[in-house]
Nanobody, 115 residues
Framework: VQLVESGGGLVQPGGSLRLSCAAS????????INWHRQAPGKERELVAS????????NYADSVKGRFTISRDNAKNTVYLQMNSLKPEDTAVYYC?????????WGQGTQVTVSS
C-alpha cells in the first residue's frame, strides 16, 4: 500500500499550487480520501475530504472557497487545488485513505507560502 504526495513547494502569497496523491496497493475507488495538514507546533488539521462513491466534498472553514479536492479513480489519484494561498497555509500536507478499519497515510509534502 502506498500513498505518494507531490506538488508542494514555495509559493508567494496569493499564488496557487496543485497537490497530487498517487495511490497503489488497494482498491482506491472504494476509499474516502482526506487531505490533512500540520504546521510546526500545531496539531494536524483536516483540510478537505472526498467520498468514494458520490464524490461529495467537504472543507475546513479556513480553506473553503480557496481549495478544491478532486479525484480521478481511473488514475488512482486525488488532487488538492490550492488558490489564493496565505502564509498561514504553510504546513506539511498529507493525504489519507480511509475505509472501515483501514487507514493509510502518505509521507507528506511541504507547502510554504512566503514572500
Amino acid at each position: 500500500v502506498q500513498l505518494v504526495e507531490s506538488g508542494g513547494g514555495l509559493v508567494q502569497p496569493g499564488g496557487s499550487l496543485r497537490l497530487s496523491c498517487a495511490a497503489s496497493g488497494f482498491t482506491f475507488n472504494s476509499y474516502h480520501i482526506n487531505w490533512h495538514r500540520q504546521a510546526p507546533g500545531k496539531e494536524r488539521e483536516l483540510v478537505a475530504s472526498i467520498t468514494s462513491t458520490s464524490g461529495t466534498t467537504n472543507y475546513a472553514d479556513s480553506v473553503k472557497g480557496r481549495f478544491t479536492i478532486s479525484r480521478d479513480n481511473a488514475k488512482n489519484t486525488v488532487y488538492l487545488q490550492m488558490n489564493s494561498l496565505k502564509p498561514e497555509d504553510t504546513a506539511v500536507y498529507y493525504c489519507n485513505a480511509v475505509l472501515l478499519f483501514n487507514n493509510y497515510w502518505g509521507q507528506g509534502t511541504q507547502v510554504t507560502v512566503s514572500s
